[in-house]
């Protein structure tokens, strides 16, 4: 006799059956009362299971967050004065015109990760990868000087000054060096072109230089800025224009366009309409 039926023999040895019980029954009592235990002590081993479980599922949930792409509260530029930016690394950043970015550094890989919405001049501190997201595509730096213009995918822009960048756009790669730039719109990318760092990066803040470029891009920036809509025929936009501009007055900035490059405009209710002079 096994040691869990010395227990049962004990029990019933000091149990009386009442007269209305007979003993068979009684015995059927039992067993049925010591059967229903077992499912309480199985339950109680799933619950405790399903809590290791669950707080396994939660380190591991906490460690993936540790390495996604979830951004941190960022910086607003709602001026049209630059705000320099200090990234956690010592990274420098000048946010243009209305412009935000979000910062996030990946604890594990040490990755440096931006999304920006607008206009920004970098200046990175050497390190791990450094990538920039922006409307219509993104970079990868490596301890460089560089501008990012991205208000929309419609039309950007991507200049860089020193180093290195190597620019995502339309399923394209493509590796801007020191005094090399890129455009590219909804459909194409025009680049890389020549400009001159010295020039553009000693420029006042809100004044720009472009040298032999589209005036669509031009205009796109302005209307981008002040969110303008912009309605104007393809043979003025394609006109090439070479100069600075100031676009803190916008207006003034499309009067010396207008007069420059031979055409008439409307402005009003948030939207400019180039038209050709008769």
């Known amino acids: 006799m096994n040691q869990e039926d010395e227990k049962m023999e004990l029990h019933i040895s000091n149990w009386r059956v009442p007269q209305s019980l007979g003993e068979d029954e009684a015995w059927v009592r039992l067993m049925k ?69 979000k910062y996030n550094y990946q604890r594990i890989g040490g990755a440096r990760l931006i999304h920006l919405e607008g206009e920004a001049y970098f200046k990175v501190k050497e390190g791990k990868r450094f990538e920039v997201q922006f409307p219509g595509g993104y970079l990868e730096v490596l301890g460089t000087q560089f501008t990012v213009q991205a208000y929309s995918e419609k039309s950007g822009r991507v200049d860089c000054f020193s180093g290195s960048v190597k620019v995502s756009l339309h399923n394209q790669s493509f590796t801007l060096e020191k005094g090399q730039a890129i455009t590219f719109d909804e459909t194409a990318v025009d680049g890389p072109f020549k400009i001159n760092p010295a020039q553009k990066l000693n420029l006042p803040d809100n004044t720009y230089h472009w040298d032999n470029r589209p005036l669509k891009e031009i205009l796109i920036l302005i209307c981008q800025r002040e969110n303008y809509t912009l309605e104007a025929p393809d043979r003025i936009l394609q006109k090439n224009f070479t100069g600075p501009l100031q676009l803190d007055q916008p207006g003034k900035a499309i009067e010396i366009l207008a007069r420059a490059m031979n055409f008439d405009y409307q402005l009003k209710t948030n939207k400019l309409l180039i038209v050709e002079k008769e």
């Open 33 to 101: 009362a010591k059967s229903q235990k077992q499912p309480v002590r199985k339950l109680k081993r799933l619950w405790i299971g399903q809590v290791a479980a669950g707080i396994a599922a939660l380190v591991m949930i906490v460690f993936a967050l540790s390495e996604t792409s979830f951004f941190a509260p960022g910086e607003l530029n709602s001026t049209l004065a630059s705000q320099t930016v200090w990234l956690p690394d010592s990274s420098q950043v000048k946010l243009k015109a209305y412009s935000s970015i």
